[in-house]
């Protein structure tokens, strides 16, 4: 039976990938690049995850796949991928993948992707830091005067954790640690000692705990809590006051599984699942090796999985997303690749080796996945996007406002009573919607004048601009009626009435000085609201797709530049020729180049 395994990337960018492989740092994706075929993905816009994976498991447009995010598509409805293999009665697996795409209908869903603002369901408590120098870890910080992030209160591009709080001690010498959750439940550990080691209590339990390394899962039942619970030591010094221990995410083993058998089956095998680590991935953070330890094992987890579900079980798809190594890349990238303002020979070194150390985390799950697949399995190390650095903000509503088009309220958002025009939260920050009378429920713009205020807001962004060094730069770098996009692939009711997308370099938010675009505050790196061409000689917003097994092309790279790109919509079109599945509602083509059944290219 043909299985295929989608190990998907947050932002896994191929120039980086084969940056790391030509140093001999990823020995086993070495090996998928000779032994297998690989390819650049142009991502649509947004170029941000819930819209191109979403694309990438439907094999539709966005047009037909992408209503808005946590907004699923229905799969009988469009015809998508996996209603296909309802259809044949073939089984597909996402674990922790995107919420914006469901597996229905027979298919197997675990921890979707939680990509909302509001608390997590299946979260019992955030993972933490307890520290006894909580005022040295949060007195100090620099308030930042620039928001980043779709919707405009995000702070997403930071990737900030606000993960530290106090370590209380007590009258009797000892700590205690309480653990948060996000609706204000809290649970009390005390830290004290035994046998002169650190040890946590969980009701009589005594977890003992070792500098630079995590402790083992230990279940919180004895405390009424259903789930568990892990500790990493990072200093133990309380002759001086100084403890710092970093707490694992708490996740609800009931909320994640419900009434499915199989989920709970794949906890009692791979053991507790966590969707989140506690410190950042970033030269500036202490304790890396912490964060790089629940990386690997969150990686290994699901690597785990894929192999006894497709493997043991008869599933014919698997697919999720691991987002370790985009990580990196919001908070390495603009410091290490010298079309960055913020770039310094004499620092990148040490940023580069945190987003190399997050590429071998991944290779050693793909060596893991490929010594245990069988020979009618095809594995696929894929991703949505890339990254390149940021340099300018741009606030998009401060700009509309300058324009006479919107009107701001005191929260800063359109006071649609009187604005001509919005964009919406869920739809990724691209779209602008005329606020139409008869159509919108505060509609105030008259069917007559709907063409007069697009055309005014096509000029407006496309005389949105800073000076660069004397030079003009245009901060969109395009923008389209909804009629004319529809070859970017927006079209049907759920699409805006102009749709464009910022040039290289610039990144949506909101600045505290009132800016309508101005240069960033900190080093970063972005792709959502970038054209998703953008690319430097380091980085490249392309996604990525890396594919070996049954069926695959050895040692074929398709190299955009000269044959043209591959797009997101492309590799579910493969899939469903791999598995021999009618390709009619797809709007994706085949990838036959990578393919050893009829490539189409030398």
């Not at 996996?82 to 044949?88: E, F, I, V, Y």
């Not at 019992?124 to 100090?140: C, E, I, L, S, V």
């Not at 997403?156 to 709080?165: E, R």
């Amino acid at each position: 039976m043909r299985k295929v395994i989608v190990f998907g990337v947050d932002g896994l960018s191929m120039p980086l990938l084969k940056r790391y492989a030509a140093q001999g740092a990823l020995p086993n994706i070495a090996r998928m690049l000779q032994q297998g075929a690989a390819t650049e993905l142009l991502p649509f816009i947004s170029a941000w995850g819930d819209v191109n994976w979403v694309a990438f498991m439907a094999g539709q447009g966005l047009g037909t796949a992408w209503r808005g995010q946590a907004l699923p598509a229905d799969n009988h409805q469009t015809g998508n991928l996996l209603d296909q293999m309802t259809r044949q009665g073939l089984k597909a697996a996402l674990v922790h993948f995107p919420e914006t795409v469901v597996a229905d209908a027979g298919h197997f869903s675990f921890a979707p992707y939680w990509g909302r603002s509001a608390p997590w369901a299946a979260e019992h408590f955030k993972p933490m830091g307890h520290t006894t120098r909580y005022q040295a870890r949060t007195g100090d910080k620099h308030i930042k005067q620039q928001k980043l992030g779709w919707p405009p209160n995000g702070t997403l591009a930071y990737h900030d954790k606000g993960a530290w709080q106090p370590l209380e001690k007590g009258a009797d010498g000892g700590y205690a640690l309480t653990l948060q959750g996000q609706r204000g439940n809290t649970l009390t550990l005390p830290l004290g000692e035994q046998e002169g080691k650190p040890v946590i209590w969980i009701g009589d339990q005594a977890v003992a705990l070792a500098e630079g390394e995590w402790s083992p899962w230990c279940s919180l039942r004895a405390l009424n809590v259903s789930g568990s619970v892990r500790f990493y030591l990072g200093c133990y010094r309380p002759e001086r006051d100084e403890v710092e221990i970093l707490q694992a995410q708490v996740t609800d083993p009931d909320q994640l599984c419900g009434a499915s058998e199989q989920a709970r089956a794949l906890l009692a095998h791979a053991g507790p699942f966590f969707s989140k680590w506690v410190v950042k991935a970033s030269p500036q953070e202490d304790y890396p090796q912490a964060t790089y330890q629940e990386g690997d094992e969150q990686s290994l987890w699901l690597a785990d999985t894929a192999l006894t579900l497709t493997q043991q079980q008869g599933y014919a798809l698997w697919a999720t997303v691991h987002r370790l190594v985009d990580e990196s890349h919001h908070n390495c990238l603009g410091q290490c690749d010298p079309a960055s303002p913020f770039f310094d020979p004499a620092q990148a070194a040490r940023y580069d080796a945190v987003m190399r150390d997050c590429y071998q985390i991944l290779d050693k799950t793909m060596g893991k996945l490929m010594a245990q697949m069988d020979d009618e399995t095809v594995l696929m190390l894929a991703s949505d996007h890339g990254a390149v650095p940021n340099a300018y903000m741009c606030d998009i509503y401060r700009y509309l406002a300058k324009h006479q088009l919107v009107v701001l309220d005191e929260q800063l958002k359109p006071d649609m009573a009187r604005s001509q025009v919005y964009l919406k939260d869920e739809r990724g920050g691209l779209e602008i919607f005329v606020n139409l009378a008869g159509r919108e429920a505060t509609g105030i713009v008259s069917p007559a004048d709907y063409d007069a205020v697009c055309a005014k807001t096509l000029h407006a962004l496309g005389s949105w601009h800073v000076l660069e060094q004397g030079q003009l730069r245009n901060a969109v770098s395009l923008a389209l009626l909804k009629d004319d996009a529809a070859g970017i692939g927006f079209w049907g009711p759920c699409a805006g009435d102009i749709v464009f997308a910022y040039n290289a370099g610039f990144v949506w938010g909101v600045s505290r000085g009132g800016e309508d675009i101005c240069p960033v505050e900190v080093p970063g790196a972005n792709h959502g609201p970038q054209k998703p061409t953008a690319a430097t000689a380091m980085s490249s917003n392309y996604g990525a797709l890396v594919m070996m097994g049954a069926g695959v092309r050895a040692g074929y790279y398709h190299d955009r530049a000269t044959l043209g790109p591959y797009t997101m919509v492309d590799p579910a079109a493969t899939i469903a020729h791999l598995l021999g599945l009618p390709l009619a509602t797809l709007d994706g083509r085949v990838m036959h180049s990578l393919l050893a059944d009829g490539h189409t290219h030398p």
